[in-house]
């Protein structure tokens, strides 16, 4: 029992039942065969595990994103709260000028009629 495309290759005794000869070029296709294999083993392992990988790094980067844009309203907010607040400030002072004004005329009015 020959297989006609292994005849191209030699004589390899562990797949044709008349073969004696060419062990060693038959150890090196089979092991050029089995090299092949774990290498594509390998290769696929390798592959999937970075493409594992990728996504969890691009759902991490997306959420990253998020509170990034998250943390830039946060801070707009915080922005818009400080120049309200300093607006209110501002006016309290004001106010506080004034009723000072007011305080030391009503002083100087009846300081003038006692």
Known sequence: MS?????????????????VDMTNSSST???????AAIG???SWWIYNRQMK???????LLQRIKKVEEDNR???????QFTRYHN???????????????????????????G
């Open 3 to 19: 297989l006609p495309i292994f005849a191209i290759w030699g004589c390899i005794p562990e797949l044709t039942k008349d073969c």
């Open 29 to 35: 296709y089979l092991g050029i065969v089995g090299g």
């Open 87 to 113: 607006t209110v400030l501002e006016k309290i002072i004001h106010m506080n000028e004034r009723i000072l004004s007011l305080q030391t005329k009503i002083e100087s009015m009846t300081g003038k009629k």
């Open 53 to 59: 990988i990728t996504r969890a790094l691009d759902y």
């Open 40 to 42: 594509a083993a390998i």
């Open 73 to 79: 309203k946060v801070l707009s907010h915080i922005e």
